[in-house]
């Protein structure tokens, strides 16, 4: 297969092929999809012969993105989603907490909306200062 790609258009899939690696194995420990892990090793073994270097370190005869690349805001990125994703997700289940968890239906969709629309503007007002557990229970 031949790819020709921008300079810039390789720098993107670069981010990309990151994120997606970070999303599937970062969390996997010793079980991480390794073909993805050869995959993100491939694209950044090419670096060096297209002026970026700067983005891939070797060692033990691989290639890995080099720590300038991960603290060049990647991880922000990853962050704004996770961050995002985390408060989506809470609001969607406080929400249906609320209406005491039902399947959500044409006919409640949008009271459970307006229920995590309420959430969320609290959530990007004040983040979690607001929820509190009651231990005593």
């Known amino acids: 297969m031949q790819l020709e790609l921008t300079e810039k258009e ?8 990151y994120i997606g690696n970070w999303i599937l194995n ?10 993805y892990d050869n995959l993100e090793e491939k694209l950044f ?15 033990r005869g691989h290639s890995y993105p080099s720590r300038a690349y991960e ?10 989603y996770e961050d995002n994703t985390f408060f989506e997700i809470l609001a969607q289940e406080l929400a249906l907490r609320d209406m005491d968890d039902p399947p ?30 009651d231990m005593d229970e």
């Open 45 to 59: 073994s090419l670096c060096p012969e297209h002026g970026m270097r700067a983005l891939v370190q070797r060692w």
């Open 71 to 80: 603290e060049g805001g990647i991880h922000e990125a990853i962050m704004a």
């Open 26 to 35: 970062s969390c996997r420990d010793d079980d991480r999809f390794e073909d």
């Open 10 to 17: 390789f720098r993107r899939l670069l981010d990309m092929v």
């Open 104 to 133: 959500i239906t044409p006919e409640n969709y949008d009271e459970i909306m307006a229920r995590m629309d309420a959430y969320l503007g609290e959530f990007e007002q004040h983040g979690t200062d607001n929820i509190t557990v």
